[in-house]
């Protein structure tokens, strides 16, 4: 019997090894192939566990352009912060389609977070302003961390303003961000400090908006990457309204995204309102910002694409650099 040497990848081997800057140029890669129908992915399957008070999603695809078939499996449980235990745990799963062969396993929740703040990165690349110099970041989780990361990448970022409901974990963040990136990080203080950001990402599981549209000043742009269901809702749908709306892929924000899904149900917004795919406007189909004064929406319910991209550039930099450990199945 033939045995599977497959490459495992801790969270720590992918802090080591990814960098966003590479991670956002592959996402570009990546919404490209979608856009060009080389890529295979079924909307997620999801299990609600409510007896564990938590859930369960599962979110394959399949890439003919890199001949790589993915799974990433995400466990959430509500009552794990609690327990001093992550509010999710994931892995990823890497197949070579050619042979059906397994290749890879790793942590999902590195993966994840810096997927997700690459996609806001190409999407700021693409609509912020191009002297976007203040940010604002609504949530400080991993999420929060890497969707900073992501627009620094991008924008000349000066200063960034941070809001959580946790103070003392705002406080944190601010500290271990500011010296990382080496830019101003504060806590803020009112949401009016919302009125000085050129970009705002929002990454909290919030059930109504996290903002209120008087504060978002013309020629802002937005990333709304934290809500993924139709119960949840980051942005206020008066500020959908005014502005240039992308989405990642619209059959899963039309499915899952709240903030699209409750106002389009409301009656007060319109799916035919929104200006196309990310994939769309990175192949040059469909134009971008057109002028400073526009308001504009990346909203991201996450696509396993995603996922399959980054840890495909993670296997091929542990390939090159020697990391991670080889185990046999």
Known sequence: ???NRIKALSGKDLRNILKMEDCIDSMGNAFAALYRREVDVPLRTAIDMEPDNGGALFMPVYSSSISRVGVK???INRDNPARGLPF???????FDSSTGAPVALMDGEVITAMRTGAVSGLATKLLAKDNAKIAAIIGTG????TQLEGVCCVRDITTAYVFDLDIARAEDFAARMSKHLGIKVVVAQSSEQ???ADIICTSTSSTKPVFDDVYIKRGTHIN?????RPDMAEIPAQTLQRAKVVVDQRQGCLAEAGDLVQPIKEGIFSDEIIHGDLGEVVTGNIVAREDD????VFKSVGIAVQDLVTADLALKLAESMGGGQEIIL
């Open 224 to 228: 709304g990457v934290g809500s993924y």
């Open 73 to 75: 499996t995400v466990i």
């Open 88 to 94: 999710i745990h994931a892995m990823v799963q890497i």
């Open 293 to 296: 004064e526009e308001v504009t």
């Open 142 to 145: 991993a999420q929060g961390e």
């Open 1 to 3: 019997m033939n045995e």
């Open 194 to 196: 919302l009125t000085e």
